[in-house]
């Protein structure tokens, strides 16, 4: 069977708590999270800013970008680099994921 009829990116209201704790910090704690999945990748829940403690998160100087989602801009969390990412202009089709946060690691659901 083909699915080359399902889009490639899909997005899902999150009813679980999120939870992100590194080196026994907690940098996020919601239950407001959007998960995007996508083809080929682990579905990653994107945080409200606003439950999120940016002001332990340091900005890196690195930038990737996705054909489909557009720029991201990285963070890092002390000795940790570039820990979670943000797109702050997403493609406009995907505009629902606009400044949320998204971390690699640490996260419990």
Request: hydrophobic share 30%.
């Amino acid at each position: 069977m083909d699915d080359t009829s399902e889009p490639r990116i899909t997005l899902h209201p999150h009813a679980h708590r999120v939870r992100v704790v590194i080196d026994g910090t907690q940098l996020a704690d919601t239950t407001r999270a959007i998960e995007l999945r996508e083809t080929g990748y682990p579905p990653r829940q994107y945080l409200p800013r606003d439950d999120v403690r940016m002001e332990l998160l340091t900005p890196s100087e690195t930038v990737t970008h996705c054909p489909f989602k557009g720029d991201a801009g990285y963070y890092s969390f002390g000795e940790h680099e570039d820990v979670a990412w943000s797109y702050e202009s997403p493609l406009a089709s995907i505009k629902e994921i606009e400044g949320r946060v998204v971390f690699y690691q640490g996260v419990d659901e």
